[in-house]
């Protein structure tokens, strides 16, 4: 039987990687970035995650009405962004709602700051609204694998207060399950983390979701098997297999 091993540096790579102050992005990360919404060029995203992006807005109608802020960041970006705010802003805004260099998202290539298209955009905190166009957005970005980072009420767990315009590609059905039950990204990790899985259906039928610890020699995966899996960047790996319908 082929096989296919995974080691724990590999854990540090895919969607659904953990990125705060407690788990640093690994020095050397290198997505693969194209922009992130047509018009936005200079705005930069994981290919995937931008091709998902678009969709999205394209399903929302909301073309033209949402723009893409800032997406990825190098370490040297954000060192001055963190700089930047601090000094005109001050520590304690800078610790709410910017990440300390090798703690961004921005870094992975998989997060976004949205806002509504206008003539001038706070870079910090862009406006995004909850109605309309916009809340069309938010309703449908689950089903394109996307989720709000950094919700009310979950700012003891992630460190950064509300960010309303900040949105993570996890992919599906990761993002459908953290939307329905509430969960912030920490808490589904922990979830898998302390659990035995998931089952949830998905695409008229039905996925097992869990986590597999990686050990010094890796996991080795048989090959035969239809799965996806991704690295958590905390020792282990998420792996989602489709159920096989009889």
Not at 54 to 76: D, K, L, N
Not at 159 to 170: Q, S
Not at 201 to 228: D, E, K, M, W, Y
Request: aromatic share 8%.
């Amino acid at each position: 039987m082929r096989t296919q091993v995974y080691t724990r540096e590999d854990s540090a790579h895919g969607p659904l990687i953990l990125v705060n102050a407690s788990h640093p992005i690994p020095v050397g990360t290198a997505p693969r970035l194209v922009p992130a919404l047509p018009g936005c060029e200079d705005v930069l995203l994981e290919r995937h995650a931008a091709r998902m992006l678009a969709a999205c807005v394209r399903a929302a109608g909301a073309a033209g009405s949402i723009t893409a802020v800032s997406g990825w960041r190098s370490r040297e970006e954000q060192t001055q962004i963190w700089n930047d705010s601090l000094r005109e802003n001050g520590e304690a805004f800078t610790r709410s709602y910017v990440a300390l260099p090798g703690c961004s998202e921005h870094q992975t290539g998989l997060a976004i700051d949205l806002a509504a298209a206008a003539p001038e955009i706070d870079f910090i905190r862009p406006h995004f609204p909850r109605d309309g166009l916009y809340g069309e957005f938010r309703r449908l970005a689950p089903l394109f694998g996307w989720i709000e980072r950094y919700p009310a009420g979950k700012e003891d767990i992630t460190g950064i207060a509300c960010e309303p315009w900040h949105f993570r590609y996890v992919g599906t059905p990761h993002a459908q399950i953290m939307t329905e039950r509430g969960l912030c990204l920490e808490e589904y990790l922990n979830l898998l983390r302390q659990g035995n899985g998931l089952r949830f259906p998905h695409r008229g039928g039905f996925v097992r979701i869990f986590r597999i610890a990686c050990g010094t020699q890796g996991v080795t995966l048989p090959l035969a098997v239809r799965f996806s899996i991704s690295g958590d960047n905390d020792g282990g790996f998420l792996l989602t297999v489709r159920e096989e319908i009889a």
